[in-house]
């Protein structure tokens, strides 16, 4: 077994190095007949081939050492490993593949066993742009995001593929895929009122992915875009220092109570016609969505949020006149949407039917999260589902039923499980039995679908269902066989109001002897957008929890109230009171290990977070030393009047004194009695002034503590910066918890 820094280097990726098969990328062919996919290690991959109709599974190919060999002499090379030579493969017809070996491009006839090479193009066309695979294929632009730096994406393909759409200069641009030449769809963007559209492909679909939004019409001749106004908002200075004269570039940074961008909704047509700018009334303080095209593309739904996430309105835009009806709208005494779910992802939850004529509404106004079905006059017509559980989210909608995941099981509440209700009302159908978190990805024409499941200790297995639920066969099972490890645990634990169960992962170290003590170590987030205890398997918090359990430590994640996927009321205690349940619950999660593990007894214990982790990890430090012994915060979000992000958890400044009062942290420095660790990116303009606030808080406090700079990055790390973190967290928590344990 591996432990010390090596165990801590292996399992910082998470566990994909170690583990293989269990979860697959589908090939769907275009008769809706099979599925294709491979399976196994890259030295000895192998596929299978799934008859749809009987669930007859055979080898994607009978007589691999001759298909390799074809491949050889097709391509001239001889292909690496022992096994199938491909990464991915594609259907370009009922019985014929695509796939890329080394730099060449095959096709593969599942007949005969034939192999051909796609001709080369020529160097001088490919580097001209004018080679069909340049024209054809997806370019980066740099595309503008609230708060953020400019992130690279790429251009949005028409529905039936023959133009993309990206933005330059503020514009949205339009590049033919016939020639590569470009034709801007709008004059009048610039970098202070620039547009933007969403970069959910419609392409995704036939991976059986859940979208909400689509920006084409469904004849690819209208594209709905946003412009988004940022004359008046607070910009914030980021300062580089690398180059040989410093450099300071401002970012738009809407701050907690000033001014908000103004977005706006247009619908531009690519044939030359004048933009239409939806009827939307004032945009000050909203958040409009494009929801959905219906389906003759003459028509908008459009989904707008109040500032303070409070009210939503659903409206049906004429995409020619722009005029809009209202169809209804809900309010909430707290939040209604996770806001950044609305602001980042357009995660609206919002769905309308195939036909056009009904929408799914996601609402919590029982109490729990459910799903509501409405007709185009604004009319409830049902809800679809009811119950003490909440819906996560809608996966796919047919004529018949909306099939969708939910943490049904009251005994594991963090579970996710695949279910579908019919539209015409009825009782739902849970579509998976077995206890962990299950994710799905539909055929094309919807008829079955793969899903895939796992547990913290339990690797992913795979097994193909026809729509209905039943099994048509076992697709995969993950090999762990060369993953070393002691499994984590999940547990439960009691809050602090004595009655709310918590659930959390204890993560160990591979070489864990339950006679010996532990110090324990929580990695800690308690921001109120997600939950982040891994129920599945690896995990982005997992893997660092699991990681840093290899340096001799016992570590656990666990969410409090506060956070979202149980019902209202519990994520309704971070409404007007952000650290409510963060620091009681937490605690307590603390002492109720101790108390119950024997080889946590005496352990000391420390904390680390990134981000709103950041503030989390300093405040339990700060409130609770008698349980804490270290914190880190890394690029810690400590100020809540430094973003809108907090808006609509904790109102405004303006109107809401005493909830912004009691999120502050930097009162706070002068009773931390913890060892503490400040670190964050010298551009991070996110949180870099709040890293320096609390550094100076501190000082004038008279308490020690570091502060870790890491040059020129961001609010997330590169990975020399992020491996030079993890090596200054462990040195730390080495100084400052591992005395006198045995």
């Given at each position: ?88 493969v594609g259907f370009t ?427 324990l170590i929580e990695y800690?987030?308690?921001g109120p957008q997600i ?212």
């Amino acid at each position: 077994m591996t432990t010390g820094h090596a165990g801590f280097d292996r399992f910082i990726n998470g566990l994909g190095a170690f583990v293989t098969g269990g979860a697959i990328i589908p090939a769907w062919s275009p008769d809706g007949k099979s599925l294709a996919f491979l399976d196994g290690t890259p030295e000895e991959r192998g596929g299978r081939l799934i008859d749809l109709e009987s669930g007859e599974s055979r080898p994607l190919v009978a007589d691999v050492a001759a298909l390799r060999e074809a491949v050889r002499t097709a391509t001239g090379r001889t292909p690496a490993g022992r096994g199938l030579p491909f990464d991915h493969v594609g259907f370009t017809g009922p019985r014929s593949l695509a796939a890329v070996v080394g730099s060449a491009q095959v096709t593969v006839d599942l007949d005969s066993g034939a192999v051909g090479k796609v001709p080369e193009e020529r160097a001088l066309d490919v580097h001209l742009g004018i080679a069909g695979s340049v024209r054809r294929t997806p370019r980066e632009f740099l595309r503008s995001t609230p708060l953020i730096d400019p992130q690279k994406a790429r251009e949005l393909a028409s529905p039936d593929g023959d133009a993309f759409v990206s933005i330059a200069g503020g514009n949205v641009v339009l590049r033919s895929v016939a020639d590569g030449r470009t034709v801007p769809l709008t004059d009048d963007g610039c970098p202070e009122q620039d547009y933007r559209f969403d970069l959910v492909d419609p392409q995704l679909a036939v991976l059986g992915m859940a979208f909400d939004v689509c920006n084409w019409s469904p004849d690819g001749s209208r594209l709905a875009v946003y412009r988004a106004d940022n004359r008046g908002v607070y910009e914030i200075p980021q300062v580089h220092h690398l180059k040989r004269e410093d450099e300071v570039v401002h970012r738009y940074f809407a701050q907690a109570g000033r001014p908000l961008e103004r977005t706006t909704l247009h619908v531009l047509d690519v044939h030359g016609r004048a933009p239409v700018r939806l009827d939307l009334g004032d945009p000050a303080d909203t958040y409009p969505v494009h929801a959905a095209w219906l389906p003759d593309g003459a028509s908008l739904v459009v989904f707008v949020l109040s500032r303070d996430c409070r009210r939503a309105e659903v409206l049906l835009a004429d995409a020619t006149t722009g005029q809009t009806r209202t169809l209804f709208g809900e309010e909430s005494e707290t939040f209604l949407r996770i806001h950044h779910d609305v602001y980042y992802g357009k995660k609206i939850g919002l769905f309308l039917t195939p036909d056009g004529t009904r929408l799914i509404w996601l609402s919590e106004r029982s109490g729990w999260k459910h799903l509501y079905l409405y007709d185009l006059e604004g009319n409830l017509l049902r809800q679809l589902t009811e119950g003490e559980w909440p819906v996560d989210y809608v996966q796919r909608v047919d004529d018949d039923y909306a099939y969708f995941t939910a943490h049904s099981d009251q005994d594991r509440p963090y579970d996710l499980h695949l279910a579908r209700v019919p539209l015409a009302g009825g009782a739902v159908e849970f579509l998976s039995e077995q206890p962990g978190v299950h994710g799905v990805m539909f055929a094309a024409n919807g008829e079955s679908l793969i899903d895939t499941w796992s547990t913290p200790a339990e690797a992913p297995r795979s097994v193909l269902r026809r729509a209905g639920g039943t099994v048509i066969c076992e697709l995969s099972a993950a090999d762990t066989s060369e993953l070393e490890w002691t499994p984590p645990r999940q547990f439960t634990a009691t809050a602090v109001d004595g009655e709310t169960e918590l659930w959390g992962v204890l993560f160990f170290p591979a070489d864990f002897d339950e006679t010996k003590q532990y110090p324990l170590i929580e990695y800690v987030y308690g921001g109120p957008q997600i939950a982040v205890a891994p129920h599945a398997f690896g995990g982005h918090f997992g893997n660092p929890a699991h990681a840093l359990a290899q340096l001799g430590y016992v570590t656990f994640v666990v969410d409090g109230r506060g956070t979202p996927e149980r019902s209202k009321a519990f994520h309704d205690v971070v409404y007007h009171d952000w650290a409510r349940g963060l620091v009681p619950d937490h605690a307590a999660v603390v002492q109720q290990l101790k108390e119950r593990h024997p080889f946590l007894s005496a352990a000391k214990v420390g904390v680390v977070g990134h981000s709103w982790g950041g503030y989390s990890a300093f405040r339990l430090a700060a409130e609770r030393p008698d349980v804490y012994t270290a914190a880190v915060s890394s690029a810690p979000g400590f100020d809540p009047y430094s973003s809108v992000l907090y808006e609509c958890y904790l109102g405004f400044p303006q109107t809401d004194r005493a909830a912004y009062r009691k999120a502050e942290v930097y009162p706070l420095a002068a009773q931390l009695k913890a060892e503490f660790m400040l670190v964050c990116g010298s551009i991070d303009h996110a949180t870099w002034t709040d890293a320096m606030k609390m550094s100076e808080a501190l000082i004038r406090a008279g308490k020690d503590h570091e502060f870790v700079v890491l040059p020129e990055q961001m609010h997330g790390y590169d990975e020399v910066h992020d491996a030079y973190f993890w090596r200054k967290v462990a040195g730390f928590f080495r100084a400052h918890l591992q005395e006198g344990i045995r």
